[in-house]
């Protein structure tokens, strides 16, 4: 079974995350097939806290991937803030 989840990289104290798509059986921070973003818990300022390629997450779904259940909250997050970007843009 193929899930979209997160791999955990950086440093003690200073979590970074990578969402990555990945067999079940392979370990967390093992062997993936595609990473598709990437999630910041402790951005401050300008920081770029979590992106995610939507258009890859849409294609592993509609494949049959499953995320996990912190993984489906962040999903969730990037469609609302790319929705209101796409919303404040101005139209030309």
């Known amino acids: 079974m193929v899930i979209i989840r ?4 950086g440093s003690r104290n200073a979590p970074f995350y990578h969402l990555t798509v990945a067999d079940r059986a392979n370990r967390r921070d093992g062997r993936h097939i595609e990473r598709v973003g990437f999630y910041n818990p402790i951005a401050r300022g300008k920081a770029e806290r979590l992106r995610v390629n939507l258009d890859r ?6 494949q049959g991937a499953k995320p996990s259940e912190r993984v489906g909250h962040l999903i969730r997050d990037a469609r609302k803030l790319a929705s209101a970007a796409a919303g404040a843009a101005p139209a030309a």
């Open 6 to 9: 997160l791999a955990r990289h």
């Open 57 to 62: 997450v849409d294609y592993w779904l509609s």
